[in-house]
């Protein structure tokens, strides 16, 4: 290599990273900033430009709008399927940071839900709790129940089962997120405080629990976000007896064909999204700076 | 030897007790989360007069016609488009995101932690906002209902996970090899392809997988852009409204049994992943 190159190439290699990460952001900006710009426009503005409110008006008063069905149910479902999640992801969590046997198998078993799609997860606890699904024969033949306990069609019903499908379904993101968290942990500090006399609850309390809430949190803004995007599971489960944002955005575009509304009801989602992200982050920090951390 | 003489009775009692009731919650967990997946298979493949049967938990005769039934409607056609859609989103989101991926494992650079958070924030950013739009411009460019149109959209979802995922994996191939490299005369794009990228070839064929489920599962993207030329979850999305039980059944099963193969295949690095991208 001859010598006179090099100085071109180390000044160069000073914009290398730039170079690599170009294409990235151009592709970023080109795919969600331009489209999120556009969806603004579709949402607020009309064909010729002017700023317009007839999708709102539309979102919140149209006929069969389900706008303020859709926001309680999103947040409602929310409210109930994070913390039951929460608690079994954290629980099992625990459990698998143990040692026994089979413990692989378990722990690949336990993923399973996470690489089939919401649509798919809807359908297969429509197989579980139809009127002739696994859930009611098992009961009716063990003698519990005399009749098959209907689920669908019944709006409260249909609740109960999108709150259990998602359950299954989403418990194993938190599980994972808490569980790499939870194997960090250096084993040092779990001696240490065996060292020091600790009981095993002080272990967790002390130990366990402060190092492991930054995996907590992550988790928990995870959740939240992916939660106001239900769709698939709702969709198949109770279509719009049970309205969701997100299932209101896809009935606006291709049944209402109305781009505007559903762009309305997207945006709707990514501000709650924002929102929820920024108060998450907020409240655990104030936490992590009360503890000294 | 006198060290088992130590041993007292009641801590044997409380080692098995201890051993026998994390078997038990093992046993629960796994239950739970595997049930469905093996009713599924074995509804959707049951003769229709024994699952009718209030009596009959397992049926004993077994069909492929509601299988059968929902390729005749097109769920073969659908499941080709979604191989290649997210084929085409590895491609895309591989080409455009391991260069980055290798920049924030390799170089330290003014900004790199400003744009590396950028792109974890990206990462929970709801892609559903861009279908409509997207759908909008798509019309302009003919990309409407094209399986390259929803690759392009699914691309956009899967590269945040893809650089953050290469870069954990490069990083984890020494640098002094790479150097090594560089001192016996190759330069850097040499160095990536002859000592990096072989290396990080299992990791990568993982984070392949993974962008592959990522894609493979979306549907509210897919729905939106697609209206003949639709993927399989939004093909079965389409269809269910006036579906029979059946045919649900059938739907459910040809979308879940690709997911028991990754996790066969792929499931230790996909555990790792998984850990790696929501962090």
Known sequence: MPNEEIPTSVKLSKYTPYFLILPTLAYMVFFIGYPLVQGIMLAFFDEKGRFTLENVNYLLYGPGSLFWDALKYTILLAAVIIPIQVSIAFGLALLFNLRFPGKNASLYTVILPLTISDVAAGLIWYVMLGQYGFFNKILMNLGIISHPIIFFRIKDMEFIAIVITEIWRATAIVFIIIYAGLQMISHEYYEAAEVFGATT??????????????????????????????????????????????????????????????????????????AVGALYIKFFKAKYLEAGM | MSREVLVKKSDIVKYYLRKIIIAGLVAIAVTWVALPFVMTII????????????????????????IHKLIVLGAWNATINSVIVAVLTILFSFAIGLPAGYAFARYAFKGKDSLKLFIVALRMFPMMVIAVPLLVLYFKLGLADTLLGIALAHTAMALPFVILITSGIIAGVPVEYEEAGLV??????????RITLPLALPGLAAAAIFTFI??????????????????????????????????????????????????????????RMWGITLK
Do not use: C
Request: aromatic residues 16%; glycine residues 6%.
């Open chain 2, 184 to 193: 016996f005369g190759l330069n850097r794009i040499g160095a990536f392809f």
């Open chain 1, 201 to 274: 609850w002080q272990r967790f309390r002390y130990i366990v629990f402060p190092l492991l809430l930054p995996s907590l949190q992550a988790a928990l803004i995870i959740r939240t976000l992916f939660a106001f995007q239900i769709f698939g599971v709702v969709w198949t489960l109770a279509g719009r007896d049970i309205p969701v944002l997100a299932g209101e955005a896809y009935y606006a575009q291709t049944e209402l064909l109305r781009p505007g509304v559903a762009s309305l009801y997207a945006l709707i989602i990514a501000g709650l999204s924002i």
């Open chain 2, 43 to 66: 509804y959707a493949l049951s003769d229709p007069d024994q699952y009718y049967d209030p009596h009959i938990v397992i049926p004993t005769r077994y069909t492929l016609e509601h």
């Open chain 2, 214 to 271: 990522m894609s493979w599962n979306e549907v509210f993207i897919a729905a939106v852009l697609s209206f003949q030329n639709r993927t399989l979850p939004a093909f079965i999305l389409n269809l269910i409204g006036g579906a029979t039980d059946f045919i649900k059944f059938a739907g459910a099963f040809i979308m879940v049994i690709p997911a028991l193969v990754f996790v066969f295949v792929a499931g230790k690095y996909l555990v």
